[in-house]
């Protein structure tokens, strides 16, 4: 009878060399391609009780109206500039705000008056994303200068309000 050699085991070592390239690259591609999360804060700026701007006390505060079905610009404060109604499927129509807001300010700075500020007053029904894109819209603007696409400002100064009862609404 023949005998057998019993063969040696050897351990076999591993080679990661090949996956730990793979993971040098990859993670910081990965860490690259995620999408972060901004938290955008505006800051607001509330009134002190008892004091006023000399274009607050005469009345002369910008402010836009936002209604179930239309928007108003009003300036000086109560007399309607603009109505602005909703578009064909419903929606605010933010784009005709901008222009009519642009213009308005294109008129203030013919007559000498510099103003930043401007007042939101909504009904309570109105849903946060329209105040929130009103907010957006009164802000700033997308202008071209020299071929570059820049944010012109409009009127970043916010105040909030309730938007005046309309004649013969009752609560």
Do not use: C, W
């Amino acid at each position: 009878m023949k005998r057998r050699k019993r063969s040696q085991h050897t351990d076999a070592e591993l080679d990661i060399t090949a996956f730990m390239n793979l993971m040098i690259v990859l993670v910081p591609v990965l860490l690259l391609s995620f999408v972060f999360s901004q938290i955008t804060a505006i800051d607001i700026n509330l009134p002190e009780a008892g004091s006023g701007d000399s274009d607050d006390a005469n009345g002369n505060q910008l402010e836009l109206v936002i209604r179930g079905d239309h928007m108003r610009v009003d300036y000086p404060r109560g007399i309607m500039l603009k109505r602005i109604p909703q578009t064909g499927d419903g929606e605010q129509d933010f784009a005709l705000l901008s222009l009519v807001l642009q213009e308005v300010k294109r008129r203030l700075r013919e007559k000498g008056i510099e103003t930043r500020a401007i007042s939101i007053l909504s009904e309570q029904e109105i849903d946060y994303q329209t105040i929130v894109t009103a907010m957006d819209t009164v802000r700033s603007f997308e202008a071209v200068v020299a071929a570059s696409v820049v944010d012109a400002a409009l009127f970043p100064e916010i105040s909030f309000g309730d938007a005046p009862l309309l004649a013969g609404a009752s609560k």
